[in-house]
């Protein structure tokens, strides 16, 4: 039986082959890709990754991103899940700077 992930964010489809380079070192200095994946999709939230090979990643996991044209940003692994043997997916959420995280009333 196919269950259907519970979404909470709108996704954006990502653009044809748009590529996302992950560091496992979110303190490091410079941004040092050890990975890349294509993006499957997006929200304002985070993104969905598709890799070939399983970069050594755990749920709840920081790390840094650069997710197509979006600037550099600290993400935190939510999910991981393999497709196949050789084909793995990750869902990462987006650590936002202060200035554009919503204001709760």
């Not at 269950?3 to 964010?9: A, F, N, P």
């Not at 399983?54 to 709840?60: F, M, R, S």
């Not at 044209?69 to 084909?87: F, G, H, M, N």
Request: overall charge negative; some cysteine.
């Amino acid at each position: 039986m196919v269950t259907k992930e519970k979404r909470v964010k709108m996704r954006f489809p990502a653009e044809d082959f748009a590529i996302a380079y992950l560091d496992d070192n979110p303190e490091g200095e410079f941004f040092q890709a050890c990975a890349q994946a294509l993006i499957a999709d997006e929200s304002m939230e985070g993104a969905k990754l598709v890799f070939v090979h399983k970069p050594e990643l755990e749920q709840g996991q920081v790390v840094k991103l650069k997710v197509g044209e979006l600037p550099i940003c600290k993400a935190t692994v939510q999910w991981l899940r393999y497709l196949e043997s050789d084909i793995f997916i990750a869902g990462f959420h987006y650590e936002l700077p202060e200035t554009m995280q919503k204001k709760s009333s």
